[in-house]
């Protein structure tokens, strides 16, 4: 089996020939300001339910987010900014010809705090993906198909809207070399954009001989925004409990350490948020539906470092923290840390694909200044000793912390069960009360549904947050993938028309994500059909038993072989990780019809099983079980290897008057009467009353006509 | 979906950096020269019903051909001819450290003529697979696990034995790095080795800065072998009916210029002997089991050229050829045209994966020397003219007859539906002898068993060969995936023993390629699940229904679920390409856990569908039949795509008292009665007497428990 990862973890360590090695890497990665949404990366992260966004795609890829509602910018006002924003380009010190402003907070998170929605702010529009380029004379937005409606009301007019992947629009980059005379300066804030990215876009503006003028000082959005811009977070940090946790700070800075050494590493860098709090079993409140802090982490051979705004951190955090070791410092002195790591001559593990640009190419040119200065001494003193081998490198590989994480301990699989099962209690009071109104002819809408099943899950113990919007799409609106039904202009949910509830939670102990989609009336024959195909799908990926060492991908067609019988398909991936009590989209492992992913799937990952079927303009279908891989004992055991398999988490009934039983095998028809009694038996004891009754209802024995 | 053949299409015309463009293009191939087994290829090229082997992997590939059975080297001709071949190292013109003998002729055939078996008769191996380097004091011999204990018995002392794929034996490369003095120098003859494979040699072997040494004029070998050499094969060569063809070669031509047109190529040089015969409607006899004949073809644009032994070639063939405007040329004169084409400022496409290294160089120096003399003919007269756009040009890129061969017209099909039939009626017969014999308790050897099946198949009208070397397993030998009986050591098949049987013959309008695993007496409850799930492997693949655009390897799960279920599986690929009358392992295409093959199934290609498992020491199963691609009619057609699926053409009983009634599913268990129906509708009528009787009681439909 070919590996990609044995490409991956290459390390590729050129203290000085930037360019060169940036070459060498890049290929791997996704060209992220093309129109290149086919292309495989190892890193693929879902932003709703079901998914094909990919990490660090700024501009045309999916990044759901709290956005920001109640901020419409009139035209005025936008003329406005883009003077205020366009009169800082000939400040001193700045000197550009255009600025480029993205989605991102500088930590490539999913989810970001409203302080760093400086797109949205610039531009008016609050859709999650987008990014503005502002030149001198010129304002252009670009977003994706599920955003062009909503992109054109909110721009005013001084913007042009840029409909990524549409027939003749073009990239940020090509745009930007159509539209700067040669030479131009093209600003960014390196803090928001990977160092792959920016290598990426460096190369691609170079081709007019525009130049990447990465402005560190201050975003220049902010300086617009100024008084009126939110303060960043600052909710108090707290500690994700031992028993939730099940490996301990000092454990896993042990392991790490480890990888550090065999890697030839002294330190690493890690910004990615949800790996700072899976190492420092740490949790925060800091952005919308992941339970996490805005905050750095430098670990080295033999003492670690948080960059984090002090403020959030208690008296119990704080000795938590001294106890394995770790000293705070400032969130904003990360970077004169990065330049005394490369003075210390350390060889720092960096993901490019994570770490923003202003991190990586603040430890390269330290490097760099510290081999001239060796240089420049071994001149003066005709000093023939080499000091080379002993300085500073970059260690160019994937996050150690990715995977580590990926692959759950048993406490971790144990939370992620428990609150599964209270998940399950809330929804089947959910389902129980949205009967009851339907049947009562209450006209509910998609966005009144969605609050009532958040009240339900509030209600449940260790409940924090959704763990994303909601997707709550009735009819046709089911039919749009990543739909978001907003409060004036959504659809209601009735007995004629099928509905589609993708939703989640995080709770204390676990992240939750399921999809069901019913009907309260009578479904047609063909959306039965249709339904059962996807569901026979479901059940193929959650029977699979397979040899391990094999990348996700390979199931894939057991998830849709169905579908494909009768000419039908979906648009996205099968199955995307999920983290424990932490993001509900996480890498590396995946099940994609997308082969680049070739991360194996391991023992105690988590993955979605997911398959879907979407009719333009009639309905949608998907059905979302989360899935923990886990060893078979199979009788034989070929090759002297392991087969793996899956084990359910989600415990919620799958609507019977949905399947078309004749279209049923016999072992999909035990399958599913066998997860119905595990459902009824798990939780049962969680419900009472007419949910009791409506779970027995919804869970008890079919039998095959 | 991401394509490979992006890649492979890409152009790469630089006339002069030659290594740098082979470095450009070889990170795609196999490191012929290195241990990895596992390495993805483009062509995956199967060498025996199910397989593994790639094309050019001469060091440690399977490559079954005949054999020279009676001419076991002594010891003492063995060290005669090493000493006779070490003579000619230090010959004027020669003057070489070492020389590498390889299996291959100079078209990568997978069977080859007697006269180009050098490495059997310098070595006395007479295995399929091997390559022979022989220095001032040593000789070496690779070979593969199945070769080691026939190699054992027929190499001479003088030679070393390279057990490949065991831990810690050299390969060839680092063997000649390590024995040679620095500074070696070693040869070879290019026409061996297809240019990528000289070119990754060369780099091999340039790190202990010994240099790779053409010698053009005479193979060394041959030299050795003198007088008693074979003649090259001279059968007369044959039209290839149109009826059987389909399209004509002026059409077959017109549509190759286009693409060469499209690709900026003015002409191409092809070598694969399949193409050449399958583009000019030609078969030969000049080698076992494929229909082809020794020859090169260049076509250009407004002309083609035939390298053949012009005494192969009667009037009626050199009116077929004259007809499509194709002229003939000396087999050996070959090089001297790929040389003019090169003065002549011709555009080359050059698929360097089967080119031979000969071929390439010649042209590369040739270019090299028309733009050193246009240098200084611009030099002498100050001539400002640019003649550069205008001169000679490789194009690498893979070869374009390979996919237009692949993909099959109905003429094409209608005659591989027919022999198909007449070989299940050979088959039949032979079941129905086999078992009188088993019940008559006469002793049958595997090979006589094989033999027996010749003389069946030899009835049938239009038979003209094997189209591979029968492998004919009894027990434990049917495990031995590679298995060829030998009249002396074989096994008796017998009714204890399951008994595997992969066979195929060269029709005059067709190729065939069939398994079957049968038991004379009772198999065991274990052989019958065993055999049960390969047939449900076999029966999922079948089955599959896809969108177009996807590589093979997406199915390749199906067929490995069942085996995977109880912790099974088996170590090859599960489906290869098949020609129409020509090579039973032809590429691109392939269904295989490899997953480097992307070229996507197209309707009208051929692919063998043959899951197995092997429990070693025991015995051996496997299901084949071949398969066309089809577009399937379904309901729908999402993504506004065709969707795929399969046609059988095999139509011969699965024995029905290997099946475990109780593992199929009701739909398995319809689509065996309803293959069989098929069976015995097809077949029926080519049979009679006691065949029809046992087709009749072998496809009557079996009832469930």
New interface residues.
């Given amino acids: 089996?070919?590996s990609l990862s044995s490409q991956a973890v290459r390390p590729l360590s050129l203290p000085f020939a930037r360019s060169h090695y940036f070459r060498r890497f890049l290929p791997l990665s996704l060209p992220i300001f093309h129109n290149s949404k086919?292309?495989?990366k190892i890193f693929t992260i879902t932003p709703k339910a079901p998914v094909m966004t990919i990490r660090n795609c700024s501009s045309i890829s999916a990044k759901p987010s709290s956005e920001l509602r109640n901020k419409r910018s009139s035209s005025d006002s936008s003329d406005e900014k883009l003077r205020a924003l366009r009169q800082l380009f000939s400040k001193p010190g700045v000197g550009i010809d255009a600025y480029i402003i993205p989605s991102q907070d500088a930590h490539q998170s999913e989810f970001i705090a409203e302080c760093y929605m400086r797109r949205t702010f610039i531009s008016g529009f609050t859709g999650s993906a987008g990014t503005a380029v502002v030149t001198k004379d010129k304002a252009a937005l670009w977003t994706d198909g599920r955003y062009f409606l909503q992109a054109e009301k909110q721009l005013s007019s001084s913007w042009i809207l840029m409909r990524a992947g549409s027939l003749g629009v073009p990239t940020t980059i090509e745009w930007l070399n159509n539209v700067l005379a040669p030479g131009g300066r093209v600003g960014i804030d390196p803090f928001l954009f990977s160092s792959e990215a920016a290598e990426e876009l460096k190369q691609g503006i170079a081709k007019k001989n525009h130049e990447l003028v990465f402005l560190y000082d201050k975003n220049l959005v902010d300086e617009v925004w100024n008084e009126s811009r939110p303060k960043p977070p600052n909710k108090p940090v707290r500690v994700h409990d031992l028993k939730y946790a099940g490996v301990d700070v000092a454990s896993k800075l042990l392991s790490l350490r480890s990888e550090l050494a065999d890697a030839g590493s002294s330190a690493i860098i890690i910004s990615m948020l949800d790996e700072v709090a899976w190492l420092l079993n740490l949790r925060g409140s800091d952005v919308p539906h992941s339970p996490v802090m805005y905050a750095y982490l430098i670990v080295e051979i033999d003492k670690a470092k948080l960059f984090i705004d002090t403020s959030k951190v208690s008296t119990k955090v704080m000795d938590h923290l001294k106890q394995a070791g770790i000293e705070l410092l400032p969130y904003d002195s990360i970077l004169s840390e990065v330049e005394s790591l490369a003075a210390q001559g350390a060889k720092v593990w960096m993901d490019i694909s994570s770490l923003n640009a202003a991190i990586v190419n603040t430890f390269n040119s330290a490097c760099e200044r510290y081999y001239e200065s060796l240089e420049s001494k071994r001149k003066s003193k005709s000093d023939d000793s080499n000091g080379w081998s002993g300085g500073p490198t970059g260690i160019y590989r994937v996050s150690p912390v990715s995977l580590a994480k990926a692959v759950k301990n048993d406490s971790e699989l144990e939370g992620m069960q428990s609150c599964h099962l209270r998940d399950a209690a809330a929804l089947v009071q959910f389902w129980v009360w949205m009967e009851e109104k339907i049947n009562e002819n209450v006209k509910l809408t998609e966005v009144e549904v969605a609050e009532k099943l958040l009240e339900f899950r509030s209600a449940q113990s260790g409940f924090l947050d959704t763990s994303f919007d909601t997707i709550s799409g009735s009819g046709a609106n089911g039919a749009i993938i990543h739909y978001r039904a907003e409060p004036d202009s959504c659809s209601v949910v009735d007995d004629k028309k099928l509905f589609l509830l993708d939703s989640g939670g995080q709770y204390v102990d676990g992240t939750t994500d399921i999809t069901r989609t019913v009907h309260f009336g009578e479904p047609t024959s063909r959306q039965k059909e249709c339904f059962t195909r996807v569901l026979q799908g479901h059940i193929a990926l959650d029977e699979?038993?397979?040899?391990e060492n094999m990348?996700g991908f390979?199931?894939?067609?057991?998830a849709r072989?169905s579908?494909?019988?009768?000419?039908?398909?979906y648009?996205h991936g099968t199955g995307h990780g999920v983290g424990a009590a932490l993001n509900v989209h996480e890498g590396p492992q995946g099940i994609s019809?997308?082969?680049?992913n070739?991360t194996p799937l391991q023992k105690g990952m988590i993955v979605s099983n997911e398959p879907g079927y979407y009719e333009d303009h009639a309905f949608g279908i998907r059905i979302e079980n989360l899935l923990v891989v886990k060893e078979?004992n199979?009788?034989?055991?070929?090759?002297g290897i392991s087969?793996l398999g899956f084990e359910k988490l989600t415990f919620v009934p799958i609507q019977a008057k949905m399947i078309d039983l004749s279209l049923l095998?016999?072992?999909e028809f035990d399958w599913l009467n066998d997860y119905h009694s595990q459902v009824w038996e798990k939780v049962s004891p969680l419900v009472e009353g007419s949910a009791r009754q409506w779970l027995w209802d919804n869970t008890r024995p079919l039998v095959k006509q």
Avoid: C, E, Q
């Fill in positions: 089996m070919h086919s292309h495989p699979a038993v397979f040899p990348p390979v199931l894939d067609a057991f072989s579908l494909w019988k009768i000419g039908l398909d648009r019809f997308r082969f680049g070739m078979v199979t009788p034989n055991r070929f090759g087969y095998s016999a072992a």
